[in-house]
């Protein structure tokens, strides 16, 4: 009965990862809703004719616009730079939009000399964010014309709690005038947004606003574990929108939303409305083929009179997806970080392993304290399972015995095994109980050590400079599929093979081929699983083979 709950287990273990790894969306995934002809333009099209839902007028550049056009407008036209600890920033003249944000303490890769993590990713389809937009006036060119901006192009934000306001207009004589604040804070990856609009006619202005934001995956090569995706947060929950239904029709998504952001594991992009009207969101893919994803602020009609201004407020947060700092932001922004159904568990480990990394320095040595404490706690519960397996394995002939003499008596069969169990104080299903307690918190550290953004690039030791990224030893020789050698997983896969070796045998000998199995199994799907928790189920094996050894020496 033990051999087969722990055969249970780690069969259960692997459909899981296996499904969770290649199949599992990283949230609750929503399909397209019904178009809403309030929220985009009026199509006259009938619904025959409509392959997607109809969308605004907001391309705002055109699909095949050549990144060297950009790359000249960026020597052309003035750029404004902002340096803060966290970041540096940099607008474009041309629409004051925002051309570039790079983050100081997050590379692109786990190389010292790897460049700063961008994370404006559209740049070489000529696509910038913050590129604001009057849908009915598309002839005005608002997110592409150039504005006039402070004197000052570069300014230098400390630490602490310094601000900096930076104002950029454009004036259409006659027609509008556009003004685009932002608001910069030394000690937050926090940029707040104003669009201000005036109406300089003789004659009402109706129209929409319109504000663009461009992304494309955050990594060219994405491991299935991290991928980018759009998110939302409404309702008090957090929704993912599923690209590949983006890639045959567009999202809209109408108010009340919290925030609509573009994410991966680590770090987002986050558009928060500020304004108490009516909007709507449009997502669309522009690129299929690159996922190149555009998704537009749309706001509400409106009608100013001559003379008449309207201000627009949005919060920004372009960072890593740190608790303290998504705290900081507000507006649930936190809800970004989720770790599917066991989220009530890796929550309180990453704190626990950030706490423990205040000491060590090093994530490495604070994952195996943290295993060797999860393992503390589940030791009483581990000791009796293994205390019952060995009684299970001495009583085994005379189970054999009573199966063999009973076996066309099925009633009498269980009525003397039930006695057998009562004179030896055995019970059978004594080590199901710590198995099953053991599978969330296996679970919650297997999203966690992935998920999280302060494992990122994080070294343990040799070899190994990158929790988050697969074990490999490089040689100078490239070895197919691998690259290098795996060599904590194959530790690891020997450990788990010991530690069967060890295991009291039920006497299936079908039981016992199909156990040793499953080293090998392990192993191999462990093989791209990050180096986090290769090396936790590592240790874990280390001290489950202690606990064994210990047992197999006590219990007579």
Known sequence: MEKRALLAFLLSVVILLIWDFYFTPQNQQVKPPAQDSQSVREDKSTPSQKQAVPLPSVNIEPKELPRLRLDKAATAFKKWTVDSPLYVAEI??????????????????????????????????????????????????????????????????????????????????????????????????????????????????????????????????????????????????????????????????????????????????????????????????????????QVVYLSSAFRLKPGEDRLWKFRLYLGPKEVKELKKAGHSLVASISYGWVSFLAKPLLKGLVWLYRYTHNYGIAIIILTMVIKLLFWPLTHKSYQSMQKMKKIQPMIAQLREKYKDDRERLNQELLALYRTYKVNPMGGCL?????????????????????????????????????????????????????????????????????????GDPRQDKLMLLMPVVFTIFFVNFPSGLVLYWFVNNLLSIVQQYWINRTVK
């Open 92 to 293: 474009l003249q041309p629409g004051a939009r925002l051309f570039s944000f790079k983050l100081k303490k997050h590379r692109e890769s786990a190389d010292k000399n790897s460049p700063p993590m961008e994370l404006v990713t559209a740049y070489p389809f000529g696509y910038l964010p913050c590129a604001v937009e009057l849908i009915n006036s598309e002839y005005l060119n608002l997110s592409v014309v150039p504005y006039s901006g402070p004197s000052v192009t570069r300014a230098v934000i400390g630490d602490g709690s310094e601000r900096l306001s930076w104002s950029f207009e454009k004036t259409i004589p006659d027609v509008v005038y556009v003004r685009k604040k932002f608001d910069w804070q030394s000690n937050s990856y926090v940029v707040d947004l104003g669009v201000e609009l005036k109406n300089l006619s003789t004659r009402p202005l109706e129209d929409r606003l319109g504000l663009s934001f461009y992304f494309l995956p955050y990594l060219k090569h994405e491991p299935s574990f991290n991928r980018s995706r759009l998110v939302y947060f409404a309702e008090r929950e957090r929704h993912t929108v599923s690209l590949k239904n983006l890639r045959k029709e567009a999202f809209v998504l109408k108010t009340p939303v919290s925030w609509l952001g573009y994410e991966n594991n680590y770090f987002i992009q986050a558009i928060v409305p500020m304004s108490e009207e009516v909007y709507s969101f449009v997502a669309r893919m522009l690129n299929p083929q690159e996922n190149l994803l």
């Open 434 to 506: 710590p198995i099953i307690l053991q599978i969330p918190f296996f679970f919650a550290l297997y999203r966690m050590l992935y998920s999280s953004v302060e494992l990122r690039h994080q070294p343990f030791c040799l070899w190994i400079n990158d929790l988050t990224a697969p074990d490999r030893l490089y040689v100078g020789v490239h070895i197919p599929y691998l690259g290098g050698i795996p060599v904590l997983t194959i530790l690891m896969g020997i450990s788990m093979f010991v530690q069967q070796k060890m295991t009291p045998s039920m």
